[in-house]
Antibody, heavy 119, light 110 residues
Framework: QVQLQESGPGLVKPSGTLSLSCGVS?????????WRWVRQTPGKGLEYIGE???????NYNPSLKSRVTISVDKSKNQFSLKLTSVTAADTAVYFC????????????WGQGTVVTVSS | QTVVTQEPSFSVSPGGTVTLTCGLS?????????PSWYQQTPGQAPRTLIY???TRSSGVPDRFSGSILRNKAALTITGALAHDESDYYC??????????FGGGTKLTVL
């Protein structure tokens, strides 16, 4: 069974960088799947952030592209999210997820982690 | 900017049938957008219900079905149960690794 687990600081200062990791078990980060990040602001809907393949190829939501970097760490079987120049608007629950490499949907999800941007 | 539209809220009686829809601000939804549907209860991660328009994810009861209806993706719940009361999100694949979620529909069962 594939399991995803987010980790990282729950509090980030404004103008700082949000950094999260997603540990993967039950699958290899080097498999033919894509690894994704999604966020959900308080009381709002889901927002797609981006995805990465084990080769390092990444795709980002155009609205966040200038501030987002997603990377892969094969040695730890995990992938990571960095979001720069954060503001209160980036306060959200951040989910990591998997996209089946041959499909176009989210088939496994992490439980989510809350990140608050505040001084 | 592509906007995926969903009804903000919907209500269904226990045992009833409800159809939620997922459209585009401009244009029609077709299977080429690989519509998928997710159920989310407060404080929980989304649960995958439907993908590729009408394929149920593993373990999803056949009360849930997906289709294309009048140029929109549709999620139909037949014989609604109290625990179906959740938020439902659709997602469309736009190509080039980009997915876009709808704003979600809050379903009330009463």
């Amino acid at each position: 069974q594939v399991q995803l687990q987010e980790s990282g600081p729950g509090l980030v200062k404004p103008s700082g960088t949000l950094s999260l990791s997603c540990g993967v078990s039950g699958d290899s980060i080097s498999s033919s799947n894509w690894w994704r990040w999604v966020r959900q602001t308080p009381g709002k809907g889901l927002e797609y952030i981006g995805e990465i393949y084990h080769s390092g190829s990444a795709n980002y939501n155009p609205s966040l592209k200038s501030r987002v970097t997603i990377s892969v760490d094969k040695s730890k079987n995990q992938f990571s999210l960095k979001l720069t120049s954060v503001t209160a608007a980036d306060t959200a629950v951040y989910f990591c997820a998997r996209r089946d490499g041959y499909k176009y949907f989210f088939d496994y999800w992490g439980q989510g982690t809350v990140v608050t941007v505040s001084s | 900017q592509t906007v995926v539209t969903q009804e903000p809220s919907f209500s269904v009686s226990p045992g009833g049938t409800v159809t939620l829809t997922c459209g585009l601000s401009s244009g029609s939804v077709s299977p080429n957008y690989y519509p998928s549907w997710y159920q989310q209860t407060p404080g929980q991660a989304p649960r995958t219900l439907i993908y590729d328009t009408n394929t149920r994810s593993s373990g999803v009861p056949d009360r849930f079905s997906g289709s294309i209806l009048r140029n929109k993706a549709a999620l139909t719940i037949t014989g609604a149960l109290a625990h179906d009361e959740s938020d439902y999100y659709c997602a469309l694949y736009m190509g080039s690794g980009i997915s876009v979620f709808g704003g979600g529909t809050k379903l009330t069962v009463l």
